[in-house]
Each structure stands twice: as structure tokens, then as C-alpha cells.
T-cell receptor, first 115, second 118 residues
Framework: NAGVTQTPKFRILKIGQSMTLQCTQD?????MYWYRQDPGMGLKLIYY???????DKGEVPNGYNVSRSTTEDFPLRLELAAPSQTSVYFC??????????????FGDGTRLSIL | AQTVTQSQPEMSVQEAETVTLSCTYD???????LFWYKQPPSRQMILVIR??????QNATENRFSVNFQKAAKSFSLKISDSQLGDAAMYFC???????????????FGQGTILTVHP
């Protein structure tokens, strides 16, 4: 099992460029999440999904879009990159056992710099 | 909205000693989970321990234990017999379990950097 895989691990973008951060999990988890972690801070929720075709906004969704066409994949798209989006991005997934959401499994993160 | 506060930006401990990291939270809910996550320099997010709010007994995992004070909304992490490998950023986090609408979303504190001296 690979768990939660994020690509790329590191990327530099120019202001105004767009890109997609990839996230895939092979654990058949229904719940998936995107967080961002600014330097010296805790993680903040950008978007989440409770299953294929269902997504919703988290605390800091502005400037991002997501889609969930399959259980495995949950890509995060930046349309017009801004310096404020320089951050480390984490994808996570959770299983549901006996109706209870279990602790999240995290990917290793993508460090994104926008210059 | 729920908030999580970690008032200690940095803590240090001698190897083999005990250290306690503090966390307070604010919520109007009665059913929730609390977590401690460890983030080493590799930036992996590693679950250390989880506490269910409806359980009065404090959670323990080997050298890690919590002091959960529900009325005071306090959730501290005690690390016993500290090891060099415990050096990391530690995050306290909250997740609602109320009404089937929480979806496991986590709210994190700002983190505490723990240094372990040999």
C-alpha cells in the first residue's frame, strides 16, 4: 500500500500561472481533504470531499478549485497563482468504520513557491 | 467556529526527562475528538494520540499520554522518557463529531516546536 501520494513534492510557479496538485490514495477511503500550512503555522482546511462527485469548501477556499471524479483521486487546482499561496499543501484521507470517521492519513506534502 | 490554541511556541527538554505541551480549545459542542500530531523536519504528519470527548479516561500510547480536562477545555500532551527522535513540531487538533456533518474536518493549533537536548 502506498497510502496517500502527492505529486509534485516541490514546485516553483510564477505569479499568474496555473497548476494542479495531484493527490491519490489506494486505501479506498471515502473522505479526502486538502490543507495548507503556512510557515510556522498549523494546517488550514482548503476543501474536502466525502465521496466521488461531492466536494465542499473548507476554511480557506479562495483561489482554489477541486474535483473528485473517482474515489482515489482528489486534485487541487490553482488557477491564477498569487504570492499568498506560497505554502506547503497536504492531502489527507479518512476511512469510515462502523459509521465513525477514523483519523486522517496524510501525504508527504507539496512545497509550492510562487514568485 | 471552533478554535485551538497552543500557547507555547517552543519547548525544550533533556533526553530521558518528561515534558508537557499545552493546548486549549473552544467549542460549544459536546461530542468531538482531540488529537496530537507530530511533524518532524521531514514534514510528515504523524498521529501521536487521539482522545474521544465522551471518554473520561485519558488516552495513552506508550510514552505519550494526555491530560484531558473537558470542563476546562484543556488537552495537554505529556511525553515521558523523552528521546532525541521526539524532536519535532507538535500540533493539537480538534474534530467535531456532532450531528453527522463534521466530516472529520480538522482544526489545528499553531504548533509547539519541541527540542530535545542530549
Amino acid at each position: 500500500n502506498a497510502g496517500v501520494t502527492q505529486t509534485p513534492k516541490f514546485r516553483i510557479l510564477k505569479i499568474g500561472q496555473s497548476m494542479t496538485l495531484q493527490c491519490t490514495q489506494d486505501m479506498n477511503h471515502n473522505y479526502m481533504y486538502w490543507y495548507r500550512q503556512d510557515p510556522g503555522m498549523g494546517l488550514k482546511l482548503i476543501y474536502y470531499s466525502v465521496g466521488a462527485g461531492i466536494t465542499d469548501k473548507g476554511e480557506v477556499p479562495n483561489g482554489y478549485n477541486v474535483s473528485r471524479s473517482t474515489t482515489e483521486d482528489f486534485p487541487l487546482r490553482l488557477e491564477l497563482a498569487a504570492p499568498s499561496q506560497t505554502s506547503v499543501y497536504f492531502c489527507a484521507s479518512s476511512p469510515v468504520v462502523a459509521g465513525l470517521i477514523q483519523p486522517q492519513h496524510f501525504g508527504d506534502g507539496t512545497r509550492l513557491s510562487i514568485l | 467556529a471552533q478554535t485551538v490554541t497552543q500557547s507555547q511556541p517552543e519547548m525544550s527538554v533533556q533526553e530521558a526527562e518528561t515534558v508537557t505541551l499545552s493546548c486549549t480549545y473552544d467549542t460549544s459542542e459536546s461530542d468531538y475528538y482531540l488529537f496530537w500530531y507530530k511533524q518532524p523536519p521531514s514534514r510528515q504528519m504523524i498521529l501521536v494520540i487521539r482522545q474521544e470527548a465522551y471518554k473520561q479516561q485519558n488516552a495513552t500510547e506508550n510514552r505519550f499520554s494526555v491530560n484531558f480536562q473537558k470542563a476546562a477545555k484543556s488537552f495537554s500532551l505529556k511525553i515521558s522518557d523523552s528521546q532525541l527522535g521526539d524532536a519535532a513540531m507538535y500540533f493539537c487538533a480538534y474534530s467535531s463529531n456532532a450531528g453527522g456533518t463534521s466530516y472529520g474536518k480538522l482544526t489545528f493549533g499553531q504548533g509547539t516546536i519541541l527540542t530535545v537536548h542530549p
